[in-house]
């Protein structure tokens, strides 16, 4: 469902809260296991980009169907402001946080790559699938990002939402001093 390049700017400029799955989106979605237990690599360019956002006074949630003490870990680094790790309905999850927050769906955009992801993104303001995410979320996506997950996706889609908001000159003013 790609959309031009003006309604994707026009959806971009209304985002105000970022979510989305952990596994494939802000990892790689290898997940290594020994012990003492689980480890699973992330991107640094994405800690940046998380911290760039709230920065700006956004808030950030992942919302991942697989519980994960390194995601966990992570998320405390980077003051995740949602994180919900739990089986059963992302959309219900996403909800609660929604009530919280205060905004509606349109307000969103969420990041997946596989069929758990289905019914955020069929609902998302922006809707952003990566490669070589599933068919079907790919289908659904307003935006396929150019990196795969792990690699930096999320920095991409963050810095496309503030360059669409008129933040990112300012931004870059900020380390260029």
Not at 7 to 27: E, K, N, P, Y
Not at 71 to 92: H, P, Y
Request: charged content about 25%.
């Amino acid at each position: 469902m790609a959309e031009n390049s003006a309604d994707l700017h026009a959806r971009l400029a209304r985002v105000q809260l970022l979510l989305c799955d952990v596994d494939g989106i802000l990892t790689d979605a290898s997940v290594y296991v020994g012990e003492p237990g689980e480890y699973k690599r992330f991107n640094v360019r994405d800690g940046l980009g998380t911290t760039l956002w709230r920065r700006e006074g956004f808030q950030v949630g992942w919302v991942s169907a697989r519980p994960s003490a390194a995601t966990a870990l992570r998320a405390k680094e980077l003051n995740v402001d949602f994180l919900i790790q739990q089986r059963g309905s992302k959309v219900q999850a996403i909800e609660s946080i929604l009530a919280q927050v205060k905004v509606g769906w349109e307000a969103v955009c969420y990041m997946g790559d596989d069929i758990v992801d289905l019914g955020p993104l069929d609902r998302a303001g922006v809707a952003v699938c990566v490669p070589p995410g599933h068919p079907e979320a790919l289908a659904r996506a307003h935006y396929v990002t150019t990196v795969a997950g792990g690699q930096g996706a999320v920095r991409e889609v963050i810095e496309l939402i503030l360059r669409a908001q008129g933040r990112w000159e300012r931004i870059l003013k900020e380390y260029l001093s």
